[in-house]
């Protein structure tokens, strides 16, 4: 049984190296993210270079995300590198103080409007959650605060307003110039990170049309202001990500499990492919193996439902990014093991289908998933099809056969989807289409001869959005 969830793998300065990026690929890497929040755009570009060479000598196809820095709120840096917040005291955060100028006392913040969001009474969160501030007031440049759970506080590091309200916009300057080399290197997905709404999705998908490619673009759910506007978020948007580290800082921990759930099933239910990530192994950026919770968290997310699952600092920066998508992907298997195949849910089974296309799809499954039929096979050319067939559940194989290496690196990320080279505009006639079809099927040895299975096409070869048949045949 092919394993249907994808994995999203970040690369990093772990990672650098083209024998460590083939050796990822060959255990199971779908999806390469480089993270703009570190580095340099050389870098990106030199990353880049590095996992599509390793592509190449792994024989894999493999998509591209770039994660948007997008307003991370940062405290600035200590004289000392890091100080021990302790419980009680007061701590000022200063707007205008020097970066590099923090004290026991004090520390600069790199967000300047801070002050304008936050009061007395508002609870401050740093490093994740791990250090708690009470703002007591806020005085021209200076927020005064105490601390109610302290420890150790070290330079850059990220903060929260419980309960969300920051007003930072989604997409600053140097986001918007990394939106224009993504659109150069061709890469195949760009992440919006701490989306507040559907405008934000909506200026980055204008920004990459305008640098000339209509590149997929993913919402990255970790705001609360994105859980009220939920909704509209996953309409406007290709894919998104159950950001889980910022999101469960603003939202409360306690939430977390079920805001996952909640956003895994109205991804789905409106046609779009949803990321899980976050701390997912994060014991194996220093461990070979993960522990059982982790083992669990990536099991429950497949049987959840989602596309993917995502890596971070496991791959990124840990000691064994290898073995950390060797152990995912055995999770993976091993939770779709026990995942009851749901031809009967009740995805789409009210309301009408937007098109010929959509109606195919979901005709396919029903078909599939009541018949032994060995594979579904769809020529596409944009992957539509296929992303549709792919939201019912199924333990059937959909081949995304297509002549366009753009579709078949989008479909890398879609559940229980593989691309396949194919070039349907040189068959001249229906006989030749089915035999190179066959043949093809054949030398990959994706079927056996006298099997069934099910083909969609459009009457017309090679035009997008012309899906509007199926056909139920026997491999000869």
């Given at each position: 049984?092919?394993?249907r969830?994808?994995?999203?793998?970040?690369?990093?300065?772990?990672?650098?190296?083209?024998?460590?990026?083939?050796?990822?690929?060959?255990?199971?890497?779908?999806?390469?993210r480089?993270?703009?929040?570190?580095?340099?755009?050389?870098?990106?570009?030199?990353?880049?270079?590095?996992?599509?060479?390793?592509?190449?000598r792994?024989n894999?196809?493999?998509?591209?995300?770039?994660?948007?820095?997008?307003?991370?709120?940062?405290i600035?840096?200590?004289?000392?590198?890091?100080?021990?917040?302790v419980?009680?005291?007061?701590?000022v955060?200063?707007?205008?103080?020097?970066?590099?100028?923090?004290?026991?006392?004090?520390?600069?913040?790199?967000?300047?409007?801070?002050?304008?969001?936050?009061?007395?009474?508002?609870?401050?969160?740093?490093?994740?959650g791990?250090?708690?501030?009470?703002?007591?007031?806020?005085?021209?440049?200076?927020?005064?605060?105490?601390?109610?759970?302290?420890?150790?506080?070290?330079?850059?590091?990220?903060?929260?307003r419980?309960?969300?309200?920051?007003?930072?916009?989604?997409?600053?300057?140097?986001d918007?110039?990394?939106?224009?080399?993504?659109?150069?290197?061709?890469?195949?997905?760009?992440?919006v990170?701490?989306a507040?709404?559907?405008?934000?999705?909506?200026?980055a998908?204008?920004?990459?049309?305008?640098?000339?490619?209509?590149?997929?673009?993913?919402a990255?759910?970790?705001?609360?202001?994105?859980i009220?506007?939920?909704?509209?978020?996953?309409k406007?948007?290709?894919?998104?990500?159950?950001?889980?580290?910022?999101?469960?800082?603003?939202?409360?921990?306690?939430?977390?499990?079920?805001?996952?759930?909640?956003?895994?099933?109205?991804?789905?239910?409106?046609?779009?492919v949803?990321?899980?990530a976050?701390?997912?192994?994060?014991?194996?950026?220093?461990?070979?193996?993960p522990?059982?919770?982790e083992?669990?968290?990536?099991?429950?997310?497949?049987?959840?439902?989602?596309?993917?699952?995502?890596?971070?600092?496991?791959?990124?920066?840990?000691?064994?990014?290898v073995?950390?998508?060797?152990?995912?992907a055995?999770?993976?298997?091993?939770?779709?093991?026990?995942?009851?195949?749901?031809?009967?849910?009740?995805?789409?089974?009210?309301?009408?289908?937007?098109?010929?296309?959509?109606?195919?799809?979901?005709?396919?499954?029903?078909?599939?998933?009541?018949?032994?039929?060995?594979?579904?096979?769809?020529?596409?050319?944009?992957?539509?099809?296929?992303?549709?067939?792919?939201?019912?559940?199924?333990?059937?194989?959909?081949?995304?056969?297509t002549?366009?290496?753009?579709?078949?690196?989008?479909?890398?990320?879609?559940?229980?989807?593989?691309?396949?080279?194919f070039?349907?505009?040189?068959?001249?006639?229906?006989?030749?289409?089915?035999d190179?079809?066959?043949?093809?099927?054949?030398e990959?040895k994706?079927?056996e001869?006298?099997?069934?299975?099910?083909?969609?096409?459009?009457?017309?070869?090679?035009?997008?959005?012309?899906?509007?048949?199926?056909?139920?045949?026997?491999?000869?």
């Amino acid at each position: 049984m092919l394993r249907r969830t994808k994995i999203v793998a970040t690369v990093g300065p772990a990672t650098d190296d083209v024998q460590i990026l083939t050796d990822m690929m060959r255990a199971g890497l779908d999806v390469a993210r480089l993270n703009a929040s570190h580095g340099t755009v050389d870098d990106r570009r030199r990353r880049l270079a590095m996992v599509r060479e390793a592509a190449n000598r792994a024989n894999r196809c493999v998509g591209v995300l770039l994660d948007l820095a997008g307003p991370k709120i940062r405290i600035e840096s200590f004289v000392e590198g890091k100080v021990m917040l302790v419980e009680g005291k007061p701590f000022v955060l200063d707007t205008a103080l020097d970066p590099k100028a923090g004290t026991l006392e004090s520390v600069g913040v790199a967000y300047k409007n801070l002050i304008h969001d936050v009061k007395g009474g508002d609870t401050l969160l740093l490093n994740d959650g791990q250090i708690v501030l009470d703002v007591d007031r806020v005085a021209g440049t200076r927020i005064h605060t105490h601390v109610r759970v302290g420890g150790e506080l070290s330079n850059r590091k990220g903060l929260n307003r419980q309960g969300g309200g920051i007003s930072a916009p989604a997409l600053s300057d140097k986001d918007k110039e990394d939106i224009r080399v993504a659109v150069e290197e061709s890469v195949d997905y760009i992440a919006v990170s701490f989306a507040r709404d559907a405008d934000d999705i909506e200026q980055a998908r204008t920004l990459a049309r305008r640098a000339g490619r209509d590149t997929r673009i993913v919402a990255k759910v970790e705001r609360q202001e994105a859980i009220s506007n939920l909704d509209a978020i996953i309409k406007a948007s290709d894919v998104v990500m159950v950001a889980r580290g910022d999101l469960g800082v603003e939202m409360g921990y306690a939430e977390l499990t079920g805001l996952q759930k909640t956003i895994i099933h109205k991804t789905r239910a409106q046609n779009r492919v949803v990321i899980t990530a976050t701390q997912m192994m994060e014991s194996m950026i220093q461990s070979p193996i993960p522990t059982r919770a982790e083992a669990s968290d990536v099991a429950n997310a497949v049987l959840d439902g989602t596309d993917a699952v995502m890596l971070s600092a496991e791959t990124a920066a840990g000691r064994y990014p290898v073995r950390a998508v060797e152990a995912m992907a055995q999770i993976i298997e091993g939770a779709e093991k026990y995942q009851v195949s749901l031809g009967n849910e009740r995805h789409r089974t009210e309301g009408q289908f937007g098109d010929s296309e959509e109606a195919i799809a979901m005709a396919v499954m029903y078909a599939a998933n009541h018949m032994k039929v060995r594979a579904i096979v769809a020529l596409t050319e944009s992957g539509s099809t296929p992303l549709w067939m792919s939201r019912i559940r199924s333990d059937i194989p959909i081949y995304a056969f297509t002549r366009h290496e753009s579709t078949r690196r989008r479909v890398t990320m879609f559940r229980g989807v593989y691309p396949v080279i194919f070039d349907v505009t040189r068959a001249k006639s229906t006989g030749e289409l089915y035999d190179t079809l066959f043949t093809r099927l054949l030398e990959l040895k994706l079927v056996e001869r006298k099997d069934l299975v099910i083909l969609t096409k459009g009457e017309q070869s090679g035009v997008q959005g012309g899906t509007n048949s199926l056909q139920i045949l026997e491999v000869a």
